[in-house]
Structure formats: C-alpha cells, structure tokens
C-alpha cells in the first residue's frame, strides 16, 4: 500500500559492465605468460545494463520484467546489494532482502529445524526472535514431523515450502521477490498468494520480477520492461504487459521465432507452416484463425492434426485434434500438401499466447510431427480480469426473499 | 560513549548474529556422521603428537635437552595445528562459500571469522588434552601462566590476517592454495616445533635468529615458556630487549591490518569473480 511519495529504493543512472576475458586469466600461469608475450588485454565489455534510473516509493509493489538476458537478473542482483553498479549508484532505506532464492544456504546435512535457525540467521533474526516464531514457521511449512530429519531427505516440495515458510517471516523495508509464487501444490499455492496479498497491502516495498505477465496485472502498482539493457517502458503494468508481449510479437513475426528446439516426430509429414492470421489480435476481432501447412513425405492412414494455446507460463488453456472435432482425414499419400485451419472465438485476454501443433497417425500413437511453440500470438485489449480467459459472461442478480 | 557502543552495536547487529550461528553450524557439521564425533578433536592431535614424539624423542632423540620435552611438543603441534587449520581453511574460505556470496548481500568477514572462532574453539579443547599431559608429566605451573592468553591472541590475529589475504586473494588466484600448502611444509620445518631452538644456536645464532622473527615461532616459544618451562629460548633471550623485540609484534599487526584492508575493498566484488 503507497501511503506517500517517500521514496525507498533510489536507482540513479545505473550501468553494469561485465568484462569478459577471451580465456581465464585466474591462475598464475596465465598472468606471468600474459606479461612475458605483453599481449593486448583480451576481454570484451558486455554492456548489462545501460543507464538505468527509476524510483520506487514505500509500500510500493513494483514489477521487472524483461526477456531472458535482458539485463533485469543483473538489475535485481544490483538492487540486493550483490553485484555493484560500474557506474550510478542505487539507495535503499530500510533493509534488503533478497526472495530471490529460496532456501539459501541450506544445508542438507542439517535437520529441518537446524536450517530454519541458520535461514533465519541470515536474514538477520538472533537466535531467540527465532525460537519465538519457530512454531508457526513450522506450522506455515505444514512439515511438523519432519523438522528433525535431515534436510536431504526431505523432497523438493517439502524444502520450498520451508524456505518460503521462513522467508515470509523477514522484516525487510525491500523484498525483492524473484518468480516464487508458482511453488508447491495447490493448496500451498494458495497461501502463497494470500501471503502476498497481505505483502501487497502492507508498508513492505516489493521489488517483483517475472514472466508472468497475469501477475504482473494482478500485483503491481508499478512496473518497469527492461529491453536490450535499457529500460523501454516505466509506469502502468497494463501498458507494461501489453509493451512486454508486443516485443515477442515483434519478434516473431518471421513466423518461427525461438521455436524448433523442441520439435520432435518420424517425418513421415511435417508442418511447413504454422501462422496465426494476424498476430497481434485485436480486441474487436470476434475470433482469430491458426493456419498450419503440412507435406507428407510417405502414405499415411488414420491421421491425426491437433494444437493447444498456452499462456505465457505455459499452462495449456485450451485445445483440440481433428478425431475430437469428428474430422475424419483421408488417406493422405506421399507428396501431397494439407492446409489445416482452426478457427477460435476471441476469449483472450490481453497478453501473449503460444501454440503447440501435432500431425500424428495411426490414430495417434505415431508422432510424425510434434511442434511445441509453434507459433504465438498477442492480444492487444483492455485487460477485464487478471485472467488468461475473459470470455463473456452473464451474470444475473436479485435479491430473494 | 553510550551512543558509541549502541552505534556499534546495531552496525555489527547483524554480523554477530551471523557469525554465531555460522559458527554453531560449523561445528555440527565438522563431524557429522562419524561415530565419535567431537572425540576426534582430541584424538586428531593426539595421535599426531604420539607418531612425532615417537620418532623425534625415542628414535632421533631430539628431546633430551628440553625439559618436559612430550608437553613442549604436543604444545608446539596443538599451536602449528591451529595455525594451520585457520589459514588452510582461509583460502578457500570465499570461494566456497560461493554460492551464498552470489544470492545474498551480506558482511564477507562475517566467513573468514566463523573459520578462526570455529578453530579458535577447537584449539581450547585441545588445551585440555595439553593439561592432561602437564600433569602427567609433572610440569609445575608457574604464575606467568596467566600470560598464555598474550601469545594466543597474538596468534588468532596473526592467523585471521593470512586468512584475510588468502582467502580474498584466491578469488582471483586459484594457484594461491597449492603455494600455500608448500609454504605451510616448508614453514612447518622452519618452525622450532619438533626440534630445540638450541640446535640450531649450536649451527648459527644467526639462523636461529631469522626463525623466530617468524611471528608464529616467536608465539610458540613465548606460550612453552609461560606455560612449561622458563628454560624455553624465546625471541626476548635471542634479541635482547631492545625495541627490536617488538618486530614479531609490528609485523602481525601491519599485516593483518594490510591484509583486512585489502580483503575489504576487494570483498564488494566477490560474488562477480568467483
């Protein structure tokens, strides 16, 4: 909750420079040869962040995001006091404290109760403000039984749950939390978020970075998109989301963007094109259309097409294959091409999308062609709800009785 | 004054708090999963001390002009091994710790600390096993016994300097643990610790003299002499007591202030060059 413009972290022309030497020049081998040859200094300067400025005020919860190698992880490690700027300077009142990693500095020789002591250490709590608030640490992580079995013997779950249940615990002027909200199971999941909530409404200053671009609308009040190692955007996470998505639309305009890593099948028939007709959706467009091209490079019988939308955090919101929609596709011979069109009511809310194709046969125990991220798409409308689905809904009220 | 300590206080709030539990840690986990666990604290030195006094008093018969030669030896071993322990642990100390140092801002001292205290305690363990061994062997305790705690700190400085310097140094020089161990050999042979001081006084009064302006040496001989035998050669009986008896002294202070110097304006970008 902002209750005034006190500002809490002040971020003032910031720039990082990474010198990245050409070979490692760490032992003294290398330094007593590098003399004797009097070589010219062999590293390249990688820019990592480029004249960064922005204020966060108190109570304020502020989002970063950015693609991968964007720059904000080196931003996020410079705010937590980890990585020194090459130039600039970064104040914060109040402490620190760094969600970034979960669990730091556990030790998987230690029980469950000697790592809480040791978390709680670092996050600056003595040994009795620990003791005192040791019972519902252990209560949040929900893991009573365990707390003196040794931490390698615990799941993964289990040691999330406990680094979460601590860190909660921190009494920082700045949290700054990195993609942590999606852990656990569901019902854990659930905590989380009414932790957050209550972070959201209370003096703490949260620093928050993600991908997800539905938290970044449901959380921040704030948020900056750092592009190129610049800052592109500051201001509101609508126009923020929207700019960050747009930037994947940009891109992927040459059709394939980022995909083929994970693309696998036999080949008897593959996609040749997938597209979806246009990008960039608009809200007044009443629906929107995948076009897919396929070659069969060998007689096939019983095939099968598919796809899926996902939303940025690559949970599948919807999908569907010929056999479902009762398409029966016919015998298809070997140097034939087929132009597969789905066409799909526009229930998407603003942000981006990404499609999943699959040519199978055999009624579907053959992949030929499995195409993960395909292609994506990008909705551009005034977000209704924080939700990856706003299709219309009815809502009817009266007072009974 | 009172603001003073309160001011200091709340600075170092957050170190001592840290230092503690790292510490604690430390010693759980020193001898975690073996079955007689802190025992080997004891036994480590012991039977290090029953090999050399083996070898060095019954076979070399290197003892027979020092009185109370096995508590003069198993001193001198507990001492070296504490030295030993901090700057050994020292260099790679930052490094490995590593993995923190990228994910958390926190006082990097607070690391090479946690080692010397963790060791420091070690080494008063170990003192029991040296009292053990006092009364058994008859050494009658002297008032200046009480001066044992001068050379001990002046050994826990010293130690925590080299810390300091090797442990910042290796960040960038991953040679630095490999010439350390050698230096530590070398050290180990260079120190009156095995054999009497009057040995090598029979050779060269000069050489005798380069020994013990090793600080560690001069510590050694000054803990034997306050705690066993007056008869021990200490640096004051080889010097004189000119104002060069202070050079052992000088050189463990410049260094180690040199040392947490350089540790400190290099400690901001650990978590870069690691």
Not at chain 1, 198 to 210: A, E, L, N, P, W
Request: net charge neutral; charged share 20%; hydrophobic share 45%.
């Amino acid at each position: 909750m902002i209750h005034n413009n006190e500002v809490t972290v002040s971020v003032q022309n910031v720039s990082k420079n990474f010198k990245l030497p050409h070979e490692k020049n760490n032992s003294i081998k290398t330094i007593v040869t590098g003399l004797l040859k009097n070589k010219e200094k062999s590293f390249e300067v990688q820019h990592a962040l480029k004249n960064i400025s922005f204020d966060i005020k108190k109570g304020e919860f502020f989002g970063i995001v950015g693609r991968n190698g964007s720059g904000k992880s080196t931003l996020l490690k410079i705010l937590a006091g980890i990585y020194q700027p090459t130039t600039g300077s970064v104040k914060t009142a109040g402490k620190v404290v760094p969600f970034i990693e979960l669990g730091v500095g556990f030790n998987p020789e230690l029980t469950g109760r000697e790592n809480i002591f040791l978390n709680g250490a670092l996050l600056g709590f003595t040994k009795k403000e620990m003791t005192d608030m040791y019972d519902d640490i252990v209560e949040f992580a929900e893991i009573e039984r365990f707390m003196d079995q040794k931490l390698k013997n615990y799941s993964s779950g289990m040691q999330v749950r406990l680094a979460f249940a601590v860190a909660t615990r921190a009494k920082a002027g700045v949290l700054i939390v990195d993609e942590v909200l999606a852990v656990g199971d569901s019902d854990f999941q659930k905590k989380c978020f009414t932790y957050f909530k209550g972070i959201k409404r209370s003096d703490t200053t949260v620093v928050f970075v993600t991908h997800d671009m539905n938290a970044v609308r449901e959380y921040c009040d704030r948020a900056v998109l750092i592009e190129k190692n610049e800052i592109q955007k500051i201001g509101d996470p609508e126009e923020i989301s929207v700019a960050y998505s747009k930037l994947f639309s940009d891109s992927s305009s040459n059709k394939q963007s980022e995909a083929g890593k994970d693309r696998w099948g036999n080949k008897s028939a593959e996609f040749t094109e997938v597209e979806v007709i246009s990008p960039v959706v608009r809200a007044d467009q009443k629906d929107l259309t995948i076009k897919t091209r396929a070659h069969v490079n060998r007689d096939l019988s019983g095939a099968v097409v598919g796809y899926n939308v996902k939303n940025e955090s690559g949970t599948i919101l919807m999908g569907n294959n010929s056999t479902l929609l009762h398409q029966k596709i016919h015998e298809l011979n070997v140097g034939q091409d087929v132009e597969i069109e789905w066409t799909i009511p526009n229930i998407f809310n603003a942000g981006r999308y990404f499609i999943d194709v699959s040519f199978t046969h055999e009624n579907g125990v053959d992949v030929c062609d499995w195409w993960k991220d395909a292609s994506s798409f990008v909705v551009d409308k005034e977000p209704g709800n924080p939700y990856s689905i706003n299709p219309e809904v009815k809502m009817t009220y009266k007072k009974v009785g | 004054m009172r603001d003073t300590i309160k001011r200091l206080k709340q600075k170092y709030h957050y170190s001592v708090i840290l230092l503690k539990q790292l510490v604690v840690t430390d010693f759980k986990l020193r001898y975690q999963g073996s079955a007689l666990g802190y025992i080997w604290s004891l036994l480590r030195p012991l039977f290090l001390f029953v090999i050399l006094y083996l070898v060095f008093d019954k076979i070399f018969n290197a003892g027979a002009s020092i009185p109370h030669y096995p508590v003069y030896l198993l001193l001198g071993i507990v001492l070296w091994n504490y030295f030993g322990e901090v700057t050994n642990g020292g260099v790679t100390a930052i490094v490995a710790k590593g993995d923190l140092l990228r994910k958390l801002n926190f006082p990097k001292y607070v690391i090479v600390l946690t080692g010397s205290f963790s060791a420091f305690i070690n080494l008063l363990i170990n003192f029991i096993v040296v009292a053990i061994f006092m009364v058994i062997n008859g050494v009658s305790l002297e008032w200046s016994a009480l001066l044992l705690p001068l050379p001990l700190i002046e050994l826990f400085v010293f130690s925590i300097g080299i810390a300091f310097m090797l442990g910042a140094l290796f960040v960038k020089f991953r040679d630095i643990n490999y010439i350390w161990e050698i230096i530590m050999q070398a050290a180990f042979y260079a120190t009156p610790i095995l054999y009497s001081l009057s040995f090598v006084i029979e050779k060269s009064e000069w050489a005798a003299k380069l020994l013990m302006l090793n600080p560690v040496a001069q510590i050694i001989q000054d803990a034997r002499y306050v705690l066993i035998s007056h008869q021990t050669i200490t640096y004051e009986s080889l010097y004189g007591s000119g104002w060069y008896r202070l050079i052992p002294l000088a050189i463990v202070i410049i260094f180690t202030v040199l040392a947490a110097t350089y540790f400190r304006s290099k400690s901001a970008d650990f978590a870069e060059e690691i």
